[in-house]
Antibody, heavy 119, light 106 residues
Framework: QVQLVESGGDVVQPGRSLRLSCAAS????????IHWVRQAPGKGLEWVAAISDDGSNKYYADSVKGRFSLSRDNSKNMLYLQMNSLRLDDTALYYC????????????WGQGTMVVVSS | AIQMTQSPSSLSASVGDRVTITCRASQDIRKIVGWYQQRPGKVPKLLIYTASTLHSGVPTRFRGSGSGTNFTLTISSLQPEDFATYYC?????????FGQGTKVEV
């Protein structure tokens, strides 16, 4: 079964850290760039970060650059998002996703893990 | 970062209506755009990739068009299950960016 399963979401105070995990199964995880997309309550989708298939290239949204860090372990089909210096506006449902728009279409999303930053 | 300006932000429609949603990129992104549907409480679902290619299993009433900076998603005859929020996404360069979303409601 093709799936991505996120974990690690929690309620944390501003300034603290949290690590999200994403477990992949059912597809060739090591061949794909994987993304994190988040959605604040009642708001739209925001692309957060992506890591290349071999982990050598990482990309971040300006809103999280310098605070969030991606890593992956292809031997375990795992992806990690280390979130530091969390802010109130980081509160969101965080999706792990394998999405490809060019040249082919690939669309695999997890169900999301909720991060709440609150004092 | 490339801005994706989506319009309208919401629209009211009825079953059977033809619906058009547009997305304008702040620079030329060729045809490297996708369209997503998100129903309330659900995970986003890819409808269209490379601007005009229908993703597997997506009904043919959905059509994407455009290139360069202007893109359109058209639903030819709105069905009850199509009431949802739609997003465009550019995959031309990083950071990737979504449009703000268009909520299609009754």
């Amino acid at each position: 079964q093709v799936q991505l399963v996120e974990s690690g979401g929690d309620v944390v105070q501003p300034g603290r850290s949290l690590r999200l995990s994403c477990a992949a199964s059912g597809f060739a995880f090591s061949e794909y760039m994987i993304h994190w997309v988040r959605q604040a309550p009642g708001k739209g989708l925001e692309w957060v970060a992506a890591i290349s298939d071999d982990g050598s290239n990482k990309y971040y949204a300006d809103s999280v650059k310098g605070r969030f860090s991606l890593s992956r372990d292809n031997s375990k089909n795992m992806l990690y998002l280390q979130m530091n210096s969390l802010r109130l506006d980081d509160t969101a449902l965080y999706y792990c996703a394998n999405v490809v728009i060019f040249p082919a279409g690939v669309d695999i999303w997890g169900q999301g893990t909720m991060v709440v930053v609150s004092s | 970062a490339i801005q994706m300006t989506q319009s309208p932000s919401s629209l009211s429609a009825s079953v059977g209506d033809r619906v058009t949603i547009t997305c304008r990129a702040s620079q030329d992104i060729r045809k490297i755009v996708g369209w997503y549907q998100q129903r309330p409480g659900k995970v986003p679902k890819l409808l269209i990739y490379t601007a005009s290619t229908l993703h597997s299993g997506v009904p043919t009433r959905f059509r994407g068009s455009g290139s360069g900076t202007n893109f359109t998603l058209t639903i030819s005859s709105l069905q009850p299950e199509d009431f949802a929020t739609y997003y465009c996404l550019q995959d031309y360069t990083y950071p990737r960016t979504f449009g703000q979303g268009t909520k299609v409601e009754v």
